[in-house]
């Protein structure tokens, strides 16, 4: 699993609205308008379906699915991928950029890396075009009024978190981002991160045509994590799909998943709502905002270290969330999730499961012509 | 716990001391009962299920019937593919019972053919035999009622001479003992005729659930199976009906809590029209449905509410304090079922593929259709009828002890079935012949050696499980009936050096937290002893306990599965339960605090 996205402060708190809930308030009023108004570079989560994902990618694509499905996503929008074709147009002009990397052979590491250095560069100096740094500000101005929210800026490629195919965590995500300048300079750091080394040696080795491979950028508040976690919607241990398994810590999820944290481990029936495991460990540190952007790592006040990280409630909300997106998508998911310090629960991410997706398709058993012939199971010494 | 230290086994029968000064008392059951050298090749487990407590000498007539019948049932009645029936033994008072496992694939083969040819033809015509054996149960409830009276007249009456009868009252003591006796081993064999098949079908669905779904609770898949309207809740509805109906006529005020039933009667009968009217309706209650045992039926203490009200009438104020504060104090049946519809859809909904969704239907189909014998057979056999039986060899022991054999009614359960026919015929002789019978100079000194006997083996904890442990343990019988597992031994072989002795692990029975104070009730009498909110801690678990649960906190015991009616009832009173713990009530001392996890099937003693 990647975790390439942390969870921060969100100032603004008057809400504390339930997560399946619909948001109240100014706030979301705001948002919602904003929903109309979405232009040729930009589409606003509420406006988006995965079949959008040609033009916003994989990660925008999914959010834009949740929130469309209903599930409480940090609010944001996507800069589409028309903004980053318009800059790479004008870069082209300038001399090649895809057709450079389209030369290239996967193994080539030094050709790829010379390729990358020269690539990056020229991305992350280049003006925008003029519209498309207009639409980017217009839509951050919509988006955070008078308020400095800290945003992330992450990227979402179109390629990503595709059938079969995942470049997840190949591309920068950026987090505490703050105003309309910075955010300007991160949509340009993250479209230059489709040159890293890694990002095209993955393409070139996987032989996907370039002129395939396009940015889309998600921009969206940043969740200040109470607490934070991991769940799945079966069990990663036996692939029972009755169970929601889920992880969980005190702070940003980041901690969880990168090990330093061995979180609290729960086993919920999404039938009956019975936690049959209920593991609680000793959380001895968090990953909290950093002061200047980023995360930092703090010690856990000796207090909460062993207390759970989620309420009997909240984990029955998860659960209920759990089983929204499951039955949203028809199959059994992987999401990253966090409560801010509101109360409120948000996803931050969902995927397919797909390890156990396989043995689905054995059955345990099938019906007998004769249903009496079941009882041999047990009496017939065949066990 | 490291492999090197594991035991391999357990004690084997031959290194299982009779206690010191006990050894007459033990020598007194059966000879077939007796442990012998051989019986250290094979393995043994104490079925403290269904006897939890030393048994006396007559009481074993139960363990004979039951096992008569049951091996009946499964070796030649229906012919189980693998096993045969159980072996039975005795020691300090205590059972324990070994199954005949059949290994050879031919044999297997064999008894496979003959039992899709009798198992199925009852699975087919299931609803048919059941109305049939519905029918046999009652006829033979209702000779064991119409059984003669027992006397011994000084003169024959006159009419029996002039009718030219032919027989003097001395032989119907014989004729009403052997009846009485036969009576039991048959209900015995009535009460097999379903159960294994019964629990089949529920095991196959189990194990079907357990594959689909491996984290599934063993209440849940219950809860999917439970009929919900057996006869055997059907006591404690009629207490709630009571409760109700004792608000609505005014008399609520006499059922206090701690008075005798004997004063509340007298104080009903004072209130005039409103009282009588109740003690009309509790008398439609009793008949039939007070023949319900304070135990499992297979003890002759075990009394039933039609013998003693207490424990109904303890159960009427606390239903009546409910109601009272508004609550609806009765079975929510149509809410109940609806719950178990829904989670089967529930479950069904989650299955992936569709001919897994058939195969289910297929399976919880026929749990549905075969399962409510399980759940209500109790109530004739192991209650009402086993009642009826009980009272009329009291009846004989009212009689001898008249004679001069015992010094109290009681103890003629402290003899062997035998030795009580054996009384019987001195008795039958005396009064023939005008000798003084020889019993009075020869039982009472027994019947003391062996109540001291009983009181000493009660005083001593058993193995659970005898000799060697068997590498798979494929009896469905065993597997079935008591729940053992090659898991169940292990967890009780590392039950020896378990570490951490504060916590005690079971099967999670009823989900749920709950802390309070343990309330160690090791037999039937000390019921009386429970508070409000404590936790019940007992050796099994009784459904015929049910009123309790409205006030306790949680129960926990040493055996059962999550199928037991206590189960059952648990966690439709929203209580926690633990169940089959093996130890919890060597390990929990009265009065301690406790915590249940029923959730978990954990047990925390917290100080």
């Known amino acids: 699993m990647t975790w390439d996205r942390s969870r921060g402060s969100s100032p603004n708190k008057e809400k504390a609205s339930h997560a399946l809930q619909e948001n109240a308030g100014t706030d979301s009023d705001r948002l919602n308008r904003l929903a109309m108004r979405s232009s040729e570079s930009i589409s606003w989560f509420a406006d988006i379906t995965l079949s959008d994902r040609p033009a916003v990618g994989g990660k925008g694509g999914s959010l834009g699915e949740l929130a469309h499905a209903g599930i409480a996503v940090p609010p944001g929008f996507v800069i589409r991928t028309t903004a980053f074709e318009r800059f790479i147009a004008a870069l082209e002009e300038d001399g090649p950029i895809r057709a450079g990397v389209a030369e290239l052979e996967g193994h080539d590491l030094n050709g790829i890396t010379a390729l990358s250095e020269n690539l990056r560069a020229r991305l992350e100096q280049a003006p925008l075009p003029d519209s498309v740094h207009m639409e980017i500000v217009g839509a951050h101005t919509d988006f955070c009024g008078e308020n400095n929210w800290p945003l992330a800026v992450r990227s979402s490629a179109t390629t990503e978190d595709a059938e079969g195919r995942s470049f997840a965590g190949l591309q920068d995500t950026f987090l505490w981002v703050m105003g309309a300048q910075a955010v300007l300079n991160r949509v340009r750091s993250c479209w230059a991160s489709l040159y890293s080394v890694p990002s095209i040696a993955y393409r070139r080795k996987h032989r996907i045509p370039e002129n395939t491979v396009a940015m889309a950028v998600v921009v969206q508040r940043m969740v200040d994590a109470r607490s934070a976690g991991v769940m799945f919607t079966r069990s990663p241990l036996t692939g029972d799909r009755s169970v929601v398994t889920l992880e969980a810590t005190w702070g940003l999820g980041s901690a969880l998943v990168s090990g330093e944290v061995t979180p609290d481990r729960f086993v919920i029936s999404k039938i009956t709502g019975e936690i049959s495991v209920r593991h609680i460990s000793d959380k001895h540190i968090q990953h909290v905002p950093g002061a200047g952007g980023g995360t930092r790592e703090v010690d856990t006040p000796e207090n909460l270290r062993r207390e759970s990280s989620v309420s009997d409630q909240e984990l029955a909300a998860l659960k209920d969330i759990a089983r929204k997106v499951e039955r949203h998508y028809g199959q059994p998911q992987d999401i990253e999730w966090a409560i801010d310090r509101s109360g409120e629960i948000l996803v931050l991410q969902s995927r397919p499961e797909t390890v156990w997706a396989a043995r689905d398709q054995t059955p345990v058993a099938k019906p007998t012509e004769n249903p009496l012939l079941h009882v041999m199971n047990i009496f017939g010494g065949r066990r | ?607």
């Not at chain 2, 104490?46 to 007559?58: C, D, G, L, T, V």
């Not at chain 2, 048959?186 to 779904?213: P, Q, S, V």
């Not at chain 2, 209130?271 to 135990?295: C, M």
């Not at chain 2, 609806?328 to 069904?348: F, G, N, T, W």
């Open chain 2, 1 to 607: 716990m490291s492999a090197s230290v594991k035991p391999t086994g357990f004690p084997l029968p031959s290194s299982l001391q009779v206690v010191p000064g006990t050894e007459r008392a033990q020598a007194a059951y059966p000879y077939y009962m007796q442990f012998t050298k051989e019986d250290d090749e094979r393995f043994w487990f104490y079925n403290s299920m269904h006897f939890p407590e030393p048994m006396s000498p007559f009481d074993v007539t139960t363990a004979e019937a039951a096992y008569c019948a049951l091996g009946a049932a499964n070796t030649r009645v229906h012919c189980l593919p693998t096993t045969l029936g159980i072996d039975y033994r005795i020691i300090n008072g205590r059972i324990y019972i070994g199954g005949n496992a059949v290994t050879d694939a031919a044999e297997i083969a064999r008894r496979t053919k003959e039992f899709q040819q009798r198992a199925f033809y009852y699975y087919a015509n299931w609803e048919r035999l059941i109305a049939q054996w519905k029918d046999k149960m009652m006829a033979l409830i209702r000779e064991a009622q119409t059984l003669r009276k027992l006397a011994l007249p000084e003169f024959e009456p006159l009419e029996h001479v002039h009718a030219g009868r032919g027989i003097a009252s001395n032989h119907y003591l014989l004729d009403v003992y052997q009846k009485t006796l036969e009576g039991y081993f048959r209900m015995w064999h009535y009460h097999f005729e379903f159960l294994l098949l019964g629990y089949g079908a529920y095991m196959t669905f189990f194990d079907f659930c357990k594959k689909a779904f491996p984290e599934i609770s063993e209440q849940t898949v219950a809860r999917m199976v439970s009929g919900m309207q057996a006869e055997i809740f059907r006591p404690d509805d009629e207490l709630r009906k009571l409760a109700k109906r004792a608000i609505e006529l005014g008399v609520d005020g006499v059922l206090r809590e701690g008075a005798s039933p004997d004063d509340i009667i007298k104080a009903l009968e004072q209130l005039g029209e409103p009282g009588r009217t109740w003690l009309q309706e509790l008398a439609v209650s009793r008949d039939p449905w007070f023949n319900i045992n304070v135990g499992d039926g297979f003890y002759h203490y075990h009394r039933s509410w039609n013998d003693d009200l207490s424990l109904p009438f303890s159960a009427l104020p606390g239903y009546i304090a409910n109601a009272k504060a508004g609550e609806c104090i009765e079975r929510p049946i149509e809410k109940l079922m609806a719950e178990r519809k829904q989670l089967i859809e529930d479950y069904r909904e989650l299955l992936n593929i569709d001919e897994e969704r058939a195969a289910y239907d297929q399976m919880i189909a026929l749990a549905h259709r075969v399962f409510p014998y399980v759940e209500g057979h109790k109530f004739y056999c192991e209650h009402w009828y086993t009642n009826l039986f009980f009272n009329k060899i009291r009846e004989f022991g009212a009689l001898l002890a008249e004679h001069g054999f015992f010094q109290d009614t009681e103890d003629v359960f402290q003899l062997t079935h035998y030795e009580i026919e054996a009384a019987i015929i001195d008795l039958m002789t005396a009064w023939s012949n005008g000798s003084p019978p020889r019993g009075p100079a020869r039982w009472p000194a027994i019947v003391q050696e062996r109540k001291a006997a009983i009181k000493e083996w009660a005083e001593h904890e058993t193995p659970p499980a005898l000799g060697p442990v068997p590498e798979v343990i494929d009896d469905p019988a065993i597997v079935l009936l008591w729940g053992i597992t090659r898991e169940r031994l292990d967890a009780w072989l590392a039950a020896g050096g378990q570490a951490d002795a504060s916590e005690i692990r079971g099967f999670a029975a009823s989900s749920g937290v709950a802390e309070g104070v343990a309330r160690v009730v090791k037999s039937v009498e000390q019921i009386d002893r429970l508070r409000h909110g404590d936790i019940l801690v007992c050796r099994v678990t009784n459904p015929t306990w049910a009123p309790i649960f409205q006030k306790i906190a949680a129960a926990v015991s040493d055996i059962g599965g999550s199928m037991s009616h206590a189960a059952i009832v648990a966690r439709e009173y929203g209580l926690p339960a633990v169940v089959g713990t093996g130890t919890a009530t060597q390990k929990i001392k009265d009065g301690q605090r406790i915590r249940v996890d029923g959730g978990r099937g954990v047990v925390t003693i917290l100080q």
